[in-house]
């Protein structure tokens, strides 16, 4: 998708491309390194001049992955704004001038993003995923680790936390993609659906948990009564939502126990395993939605 002029699926490639050949190349210099020794000796070229080298493209890694990033959220603001696309002419000019392309530096980090998206473009808004997740931490302390390299030359990134903050930032462009290709009620409507999901699933777990010490008719018809309304829920928003949520690898784990309960026999015992199952993946993804 293209979100004004930033191509997601291109510019995500990119990066993903460079990981590999970052990690190709880190991984094949330190298992050879005698063989890369005597390579700068034939060629008459220092070996720490090839060290540097895959240093450099390790940093360039961590400028790509940031401005991914950045320029997500800027082209986010002008696609929705319109920049140069308005027809009228002073509110052109005033956007033009407040989110100027060489001064507009939107923070990109979790929380402010989330928060300056919800102020100023779409409210209630807020991120499915909780802040706390493992892939967002990381998402953030790159952040922290860019401005630290461009500010201060302190360079701390590890290439083995790239993987996870790539996937956060699909993450988050799937989210604002969203916005832009099927408008914000559409948008809020997904992040209900979520709650409401969430919700039924806490509500199976306690009743699953109050029948196993207490089997009798009554809590059984209840239980699959609410297990019910959850398949026949999850299977709309499922449905409604499946090129979204696909596109997500952070959330697959969720879409798959879903899919798992979805085709369950709820006169099976089964049903109660994959409820507990499902608690448990809900509470591992950290759905903000989920408490």
């Known amino acids: 998708m293209k979100i004004y002029d930033f191509d997601v699926e291109d510019e995500i490639q990119k990066n993903e491309i460079a990981l590999q050949n970052v990690e190709l190349i880190k991984n094949s210099f330190a298992d050879h390194t005698a063989e890369y020794r005597k390579f700068s000796r034939e060629v008459n070229v220092e070996f720490s001049a090839l060290s540097d080298c895959i240093d450099?493209?390790?940093?360039?890694?961590?400028?790509?992955?940031?401005?991914?990033?950045?320029?997500?959220?800027?082209?986010?603001?002008?696609?929705?704004?319109?920049?140069?696309?308005?027809?009228?002419?002073?509110?052109?000019?005033?956007?033009?001038?407040?989110?100027?392309?060489?001064?507009?530096?939107?923070?990109?980090?979790?929380?402010?993003?989330?928060?300056?998206?919800?102020?100023e473009l779409c409210?209630?808004?807020?991120?499915?995923?909780?802040?706390?997740?493992?892939?967002?931490?990381?998402?953030?302390?790159?952040?922290?680790?860019r401005h630290r390299y461009a500010h201060r030359g302190v360079f701390q990134?590890?290439?083995?936390?790239?993987?996870?903050?790539?996937?956060?930032?699909?993450y988050i462009s799937t989210e604002l993609s969203m916005i832009i290709a099927n408008g914000k009620e559409y948008r809020i409507e997904y992040q209900n659906g979520w709650t409401e999901i969430c919700s039924l699933i806490k509500e199976c777990y306690g009743l699953v948990g109050k029948y196993k010490s207490n089997k009798n008719k009554e809590l059984r018809d209840k239980l699959n009564s609410k297990i019910k309304t959850l398949r026949n829920a999850s299977r709309q928003f499922i449905k409604k939502y499946s090129q979204e949520i696909e596109k997500c690898v952070l959330l697959e784990n969720v879409r798959m126990q879903l899919i798992k309960l979805n085709n369950i026999d709820l006169r099976s015992k089964d049903s109660f395993l994959v409820i507990d199952d499902l608690n448990q993946i809900v509470y591992e993804s950290k759905l903000v939605t989920s408490k």
């Open 56 to 119: 450099a493209y390790e940093r360039a890694l961590l400028i790509g992955v940031y401005t991914y990033a950045e320029q997500l959220v800027k082209n986010f603001y002008y696609e929705l704004l319109e920049k140069d696309r308005s027809e009228n002419l002073y509110a052109r000019n005033f956007i033009n001038k407040k989110l100027d392309i060489e001064k507009f530096s939107p923070n990109v980090s979790y929380i402010v993003l989330e928060k300056s998206i919800r102020d």
């Open 123 to 145: 409210d209630s808004f807020k991120f499915i995923i909780n802040k706390n997740r493992d892939e967002i931490s990381k998402y953030d302390d790159l952040i922290r680790n």
């Open 157 to 170: 990134s590890s290439v083995e936390q790239y993987r996870d903050v790539i996937n956060a930032e699909k």
